[in-house]
């Protein structure tokens, strides 16, 4: 049984930093993060493999890095420079398979965490 715990969230001003982490249940080679506010879709934010450089959204293109410790099975996301509009629900996700072909499409995603707050304010 495959889990996905999300942890790290909470309430920060703006241009604080908050780091949320991911801790599966077993390796994937292609995992993501995603956020989703109120009324609105679930939208890519990053995803990381162990073979290439993370990518990212544009709207938190350097101020957030993703980053993982494959011998915890853990995946971090280090969030910086935080703006009112990152208020959210995060949430990692792992895809079955290798790292090809990795992006932040939700529907590639086949395992979820349970999603933790980020509230900007």
């Known amino acids: 049984h495959v889990q996905l715990v999300e942890s790290g969230g909470g309430s920060v001003r703006p241009g604080g930093s908050l780091t949320l982490y991911c801790a599966a249940s077993r390796f994937f080679a292609c995992m993501g993060w995603f956020c989703q506010a109120p009324g609105n879709r679930r939208e890519g934010v990053a995803r990381i493999t162990p073979h290439d450089q993370p990518n990212y959204a544009d709207t938190v293109k350097g101020r957030f890095a993703t980053s993982r410790d494959n011998a915890k099975n853990t995946v971090y996301l280090q969030m910086n420079s935080l703006k009112p509009e990152d208020t959210a629900m995060y949430y990692c996700?792992?895809?079955?398979?290798?790292?090809?072909?990795?992006?932040?499409?939700?529907?590639?995603?086949?395992?979820w965490g349970q999603g933790t707050q980020v509230t900007v304010s």
């Open positions: 996700a792992a895809r079955h398979g290798g790292s090809w072909f990795c992006r932040t499409d939700v529907a590639d995603f086949g395992y």
